[in-house]
């Protein structure tokens, strides 16, 4: 059985930084995308960084760009999501998928059960 499963969320002051953590099991990712989104409440879900397993193809949403980012350690099944420089709208639960890539979620076949980041002004 396939499971993400996400770690590091928090409590954090308007800039300041944490270490999102997705641990996969069950699968080995190595040849697919890893991607991390976010829900805010009363909002859609929304992506926010990706991924590739081409070496060196990262993406990310226009509101995070130059502020996170995203890494994985394959040998680990890891992937990781560095954040800083948070912002009070940063605040949402935040998923990791594993999938084909890009930024629908649709593309993606497998999810963590989340992980809440909230960040005060």
């Known amino acids: 059985q396939v499971q993400l499963v996400e770690s590091g969320g928090g409590l954090v002051q308007a800039g300041g930084s944490l270490r999102l953590s997705c641990v996969a099991s069950g699968r080995t990712f190595s040849s697919a995308a890893m991607g991390w989104f976010r829900q805010a409440p009363g909002k859609e879900r929304e992506f926010v960084a990706a991924?590739?397993?081409?070496?060196?193809?990262?993406y990310y949403a226009d509101s995070v760009k130059g502020r996170f980012t995203i890494s994985r350690e394959d040998a680990k099944n890891t992937v990781y999501l560095q954040m800083n420089s948070l912002k009070p709208e940063d605040t949402a639960v935040y998923y990791c998928a594993a999938g084909a890539g890009g930024v629908s979620g649709t593309r993606y076949d497998y999810w963590g059960q989340g992980t809440q980041v909230t960040v005060s002004s």
């Open positions: 991924s590739s397993w081409r070496a060196g193809s990262n």
